[in-house]
């Protein structure tokens, strides 16, 4: 079955969730059934995203837990997502490319808002202002227990990325609430999607979605 995505402007779409969901997993499965449609498609990620993001990226991820606070931690996130925004995102939209990425918005308001008590209502006024008041078309939760995607993130190879992991099952557990109350909070646009399953099984029920998803653009 072939999908029908307007040719006329791009797709935004985000992956979210805790440590260890198998977000880079299904966005390079999901690139590859765009592809296989004939779709031009790009994969990209935050922190990050531009050259200048991922060198900040590395002191954001890496470090002591308490490198950062969280208020300085959501200053940065902005400053690079307005540069992810400018020189990525936006233009690949523009030329009606889908646009696949790993963590936006809502991880800020998870990670630096529900987890790590900054005012929601500023971090939501610093999108709007700075970022654009961007979102994404499609937000695909990958809900997982967090022991559980705790366990897989520390078994991954490279282990100076491991700050976040590092904060302990207490604020991963904040973390996997906020994302499940913000997918409440949006269900139209924050999908659930059940990560404990099979990989493939997985992928099914996300590309499932973008077939309804084409349905609703023709």
């Known amino acids: 079955m072939k999908i029908n995505l307007s040719s006329q402007k791009g797709l935004f779409i985000t992956f979210e969730g805790g440590e260890g969901v198998g977000k ?16 031009e498609v790009i994969t990209t990620r935050e922190p990050g995203g531009t050259e200048e993001g991922e060198n900040i990226r590395k002191f954001l991820v890496s470090g002591k837990a308490n490198s950062w606070d969280s208020y300085s931690e959501a200053l940065i996130f902005n400053a690079i997502r307005r540069e992810h925004i400018n020189k ?3 233009p690949a939209i523009e030329n009606g490319k889908i646009v696949l990425c790993d963590r936006f ?43 559980i995607g705790l366990e897989r993130a520390n078994q991954r190879l490279n282990q100076n990325d491991n700050r976040f992991e590092s904060l302990g ?14 997918q409440k909070k949006y269900p139209k646009r924050i999908i659930n ?3 404990g399953l099979n990989k493939s099984l997985i992928s099914k029920k996300i590309n499932s979605f973008i077939y309804k998803l084409a349905k609703i653009n023709e």
């Open 88 to 90: 990525v995102i936006k």
């Open 24 to 39: 880079t997993t299904q966005i390079n499965l999901l690139k590859n059934f765009f592809e296989e449609q004939n779709l």
């Open 193 to 195: 999607v059940e990560a």
């Open 169 to 182: 099952i207490n604020y991963h557990k904040m973390v996997y609430d906020g994302f499940v109350n913000l």
């Open 105 to 147: 918005i809502d991880s800020t308001i998870v990670y630096q808002g529900v987890a790590g008590n900054v005012n929601q209502s500023n971090l939501l006024q610093l999108h709007k202002e700075y970022c654009y008041n961007l979102y994404p078309a499609v937000t695909f939760f990958l809900n997982l227990n967090p022991l």
